[in-house]
């Protein structure tokens, strides 16, 4: 079955870094999202991309879907200390099989 | 508006007992589905349906677990009986179909089966 093998698995930065994380995929994904989830919630999405080489901004937050379909970046610039959480990956294949396949995830800490 | 909505936010049974979680999706979506989280294997998806018919069943780990979505505004997860292992988080998500996959999450259900 598909695997998204995320990277990585935890940072600890200082407020003001910026950050990079990414995910990679085992077969070609038609969709990544990038979610975030703070302690006691549900994931919230925070962005989304559907094509290849697309590059989408929310606010600090930037995301690429790779050229090869099989990977995708998420950036968070000048972090802030409510930037800590979790952060997953998830793809899907498209078509009708709307299953979407997500990251083990990437703790975020961020020292003030 | 309001988003989906989950309940219990948390349970603690005992072992063998019947649990019952409860979700209520978005207005307007018509894709509903369940998702286990655990610490060792992520966010595992169980169950999903679309248009109040259940299309793909394969994640539900074994018999004792079952979902049924009667309306568009309502779905239930029942483990019967339940298990020490089945002690996760469980999240009820949906979405437009046509929305390539943005799913709105739930807050949780966090179940504890002493």
């Known amino acids: 079955g598909q695997q998204l093998n995320q990277s990585p698995q935890s940072m600890f930065i200082q407020e003001g870094e910026d950050v990079s994380m990414n995910c990679t995929s085992s077969?070609?994904?038609?969709?990544w999202l990038w979610y975030k989830q703070d302690p006691g919630e549900g994931p919230v999405l925070l962005i989304a991309?559907?094509?290849?080489?697309e590059l989408t901004s929310n606010g600090r937050l930037t995301a690429q879907f790779g050229i090869t379909r099989k990977d995708s970046f998420l950036n968070i610039s000048a972090s802030i200390p409510s930037d800590v959480g979790i952060y997953f990956c998830?793809?899907?294949?498209?078509?009708?099989?709307?299953?979407?396949?997500f990251g083990k995830g990437t703790l975020l800490t961020v020292n003030p | 508006d309001a988003g989906v909505i989950q309940s219990p936010r948390h349970e603690v049974t005992e072992m063998g007992q019947e649990v019952t979680l409860r979700c209520k999706p978005i207005?307007?979506?018509?894709?509903l589905f369940w998702y286990r989280q655990t610490m060792m294997r992520g966010l595992e998806l169980l169950i999903y349906?679309?248009?109040?018919?259940?299309?793909?069943d394969s994640g539900m780990p074994e018999d004792r677990f079952s979902a049924k979505m009667p309306n568009a505004s309502f779905s239930t997860l029942k483990i019967q009986p339940s298990e020490p292992r089945d002690s996760a988080v469980y999240f009820c998500?949906?979405?437009?179909?046509?929305?390539?996959?943005?799913?709105?999450f739930g807050p949780g259900t966090r179940l504890t089966v002493l």
């Open positions: 077969s070609i994904f038609n969709t």
């Open positions: 998830g793809g899907n294949s498209g078509g009708s099989n709307y299953k979407l396949t």
């Open positions: 349906f679309n248009n109040n018919v259940p299309i793909d």
């Open positions: 207005s307007g979506h018509n894709s």
């Open positions: 991309l559907y094509k290849a080489g």
């Open positions: 998500a949906s979405s437009l179909s046509g929305s390539y996959n943005e799913q709105f």
